[in-house]
């Protein structure tokens, strides 16, 4: 099951609730509950970590306002798209997917114990 997300970029940051801008310019308001699962540059954070400019998705409840009540942060320098942020480890790392980081560990050798024979 998808969740509802919102995402864009940090406009505002005011205690637990943070504003973003998205892509056709129009703000959603994302609220941050204490028990939110909050990843930043790949790390686990705190809402406080969050900065205006950064890059953000939420994904949890929308409520009838318009906004939406996360379960799940993760947001990004731009600097960092793609390395850690979006695109990369980040949504695979703590707080979405599977977390297993969504790499592969490339200093193990794989188990040949099937055979496609």
């Known amino acids: ?15 637990s609730t ?8 129009t703000t959603a ?13 790949g790390d686990a954070a705190e809402v406080g970590d969050i900065e205006v400019g950064m890059f953000l998705v939420a994904e949890g409840t929308k409520n009838a306002d318009g906004s939406l009540d996360a379960t799940r942060v993760h947001a990004a320098d731009e600097g960092r798209l793609g390395r850690d942020g979006f ?11 599977d977390g297993n980081g969504g790499t592969p560990d490339a200093t193990t050798t794989p188990d040949a114990t099937d055979s496609a024979s």
């Open 1 to 15: 099951m998808i969740l509802p997300h919102v995402g864009g970029e940090v406009s505002a940051v005011n205690g």
């Open 29 to 41: 308001t994302i609220n941050v509950g204490s028990d939110a699962n909050i990843v930043v540059n």
């Open 18 to 25: 943070i504003t973003v801008t998205q892509r056709d310019d």
């Open 87 to 97: 695109g990369g480890r980040g949504f695979k790392g703590p707080g979405f997917g």
